[in-house]
């Protein structure tokens, strides 16, 4: 991650930046959750997603599903996750 110049023009000066291309999973998974919280923009479910899944790992209130490699175009959404949340399976 890099940190954001405070020479360069940004509305939220002082932020972290983070250039982000989700893998084909992580896509499956951002539209699933869309249905969860249909008035959220992208950057906005980005990081309640993060936030909520590490607050699940670390109290250890929710175990991830297995997400083999280092290649993450070849991970897959788990089946149950597969239908969008909200909507009904």
């Known amino acids: ?3 954001i ?3 360069q023009t940004t509305a939220r000066a002082g932020r972290v930046r983070v250039d982000y291309m989700p893998g084909a999973a992580a ?4 539209q699933a959750a869309q249905g969860l919280f249909p008035n959220s923009n992208t950057q906005a479910l980005i990081d ?3 936030i909520t899944g590490l607050s699940a790992l670390m109290q250890g209130h929710w175990k991830p599903p297995p997400l083999y490699g280092r290649d993450r175009d070849a991970w897959k959404l788990p089946d149950d996750l597969r239908s969008s949340p909200g909507k009904g399976a």
């Open 1 to 3: 991650m890099k940190t």
């Open 5 to 7: 110049k405070a020479n």
């Open 27 to 30: 896509v499956e998974a951002l």
């Open 48 to 50: 309640r997603l993060v």
